[in-house]
């Protein structure tokens, strides 16, 4: 077997929704939001599947969503990309970011990988035979410093991975971040596979700018954005590629052996989506922040450490001065364990989280644990009622 992947345990994903689903927990660990996504996005869908063509639609994807891609990304980012050269439709982002890496890293390059990190990343590059060099970010801004970039990149560096907005620490890279990675890419001519799924997903009048937009980075950029999280539809996995014609034109030669195509039903929703007036994008927003604050505020009336929320579906709570007062989530040093944490709280108080330290490969952080806010207020009500039987006794 492939030790790649056979020596790999059960994704901490997984673990906690098998745990919520066996205890009859309320599920705050996986990111996916409780609606059924917009309505007139699925009901093209429903519409495309049932008269449209249902045979392989092209391996680069529709033309229709092609374009529509190109057009969304020009009005919302102020890119300018060739739909016929620089636009790919993946399964989904994983696939996207697996046929990027597989296509990109060669056996010996060295890959610059950001902790905490999306797990897929690294059993990826080492199938790919690329050898990781961690940067460890640190609470609470999760910056990116010149120094530690500096220990990282090599003349042996070939590809840098960059997930912005960042899950899971719902963080989101400054201009100055950007623009300090971006002179490395180019002083050690490295390619940036950028992880953008959250681009739309922010907050408080943020918005997102993509790396490929900054100066020296249009050829030497592989974007990658998700219609699963633009339309709170995780399960359709669909996923885009946007790269200069030679680096797209590898990513797809590794896409045809892994995919090849994606459901063409889905395509033509996701090609009528991203014509969505902003207005889609505000209320989906507002939406989500509500959700947000609704959480916060209610974790930090009980006592809770709470960190800022700048993007995603996910806020982060501290335990290190918590779980030592309640006497549990421990690790064997007396210290606060976020796997300790996590699992005692879904066993003993009926709540799923993820614990941080799951995306961390070598410099872990064991005090933070994720909550996922994409739910129904009855829902997040519920959560934090039962968390309040945990805080109960507990001197703040």
């Known amino acids: 077997m492939n030790p790649v992947f056979a020596d790999l345990p059960n994704t901490v994903f997984d673990v906690m929704s098998v745990l919520a689903r066996e205890l009859g927990a309320i599920n705050l660990g996986q990111g996916f939001p409780d609606d059924p996504g917009p309505a007139d996005v699925r009901e093209k869908a429903a519409e495309a599947l049932r008269d449209g063509y249902n045979q392989y639609p092209p391996m680069m994807g529709l033309p229709v969503l092609r374009r529509a891609i190109a057009a969304h990304y020009g009005r919302h980012q102020g890119l300018d990309l060739d739909p016929d050269t620089e636009v790919m439709v993946t399964s989904g982002a994983t696939e996207a970011l697996a046929a990027s890496l597989l296509a990109l890293v060669s056996p010996g390059d060295e890959v610059v990988l950001f902790e905490p990190m999306y797990d897929a990343y690294l059993p990826i590059i080492r199938q790919a035979g690329g050898i990781p060099r961690f940067v460890t970010l640190r609470p609470p801004h999760f910056r990116l410093d010149e120094a530690a970039l500096a220990q990282a990149f090599t003349e042996r560096t070939r590809v840098v991975v960059l997930n912005n907005p ?3 620490t719902a963080t989101m890279f400054r201009d100055d971040d950007l623009a ?22 922010t907050f408080d009048g943020r918005l997102h700018r993509p790396l ?3 100066e020296g980075m249009r050829d030497r950029t592989v974007k990658i954005g998700s219609a ?9 996995k669909v996923g885009f590629v946007m790269a200069s014609p030679p680096l797209l034109k590898a ?21 009528y989506g991203l ?19 609704r959480l916060s505020a209610g974790l930090t009336e009980l006592g ?3 960190l800022p929320s700048q993007a995603t579906y996910f806020l982060t709570i501290d335990i290190g001065a918590l779980a030592p007062s309640l006497g549990f989530g421990l690790g064997r040093d007396g210290e606060a364990d976020d796997v300790a944490f996590c699992q005692a709280l ?17 410099g872990a952080v064991r005090t933070l644990v994720r909550l996922c806010f994409a739910k129904q207020d009855a829902t997040l009500d519920a959560a934090l009622d039962r968390l309040s039987g945990l805080m109960r006794g507990h001197t703040r």
Not at 251 to 266: E, I, R, Y
């Open 212 to 214: 490929i937009g900054f």
């Open 304 to 306: 809770f450490s709470v």
């Open 180 to 201: 300090l990675l971006a002179r490395f890419c180019q002083r050690f001519d490295v390619t940036a596979i950028c992880d953008e799924v959250w681009e739309h997903v």
């Open 275 to 293: 014509a969505k007036d902003e207005a889609y994008f505000l209320d989906m927003r507002s939406r989500f922040a509500s959700s947000r604050d």
């Open 251 to 271: 990513v797809s030669k590794a896409h045809q052996f892994l995919t090849f195509t994606t459901p063409p039903n889905l395509q033509e929703a996701v090609a």
């Open 166 to 168: 960042l899950n899971p």
């Open 228 to 236: 699963g999280k633009i339309f709170s539809l995780t399960g359709w």
């Open 346 to 362: 879904v066993r003993e108080h009926g709540v799923a989280a993820i614990p941080i330290s799951a995306f961390y490969a070598e």
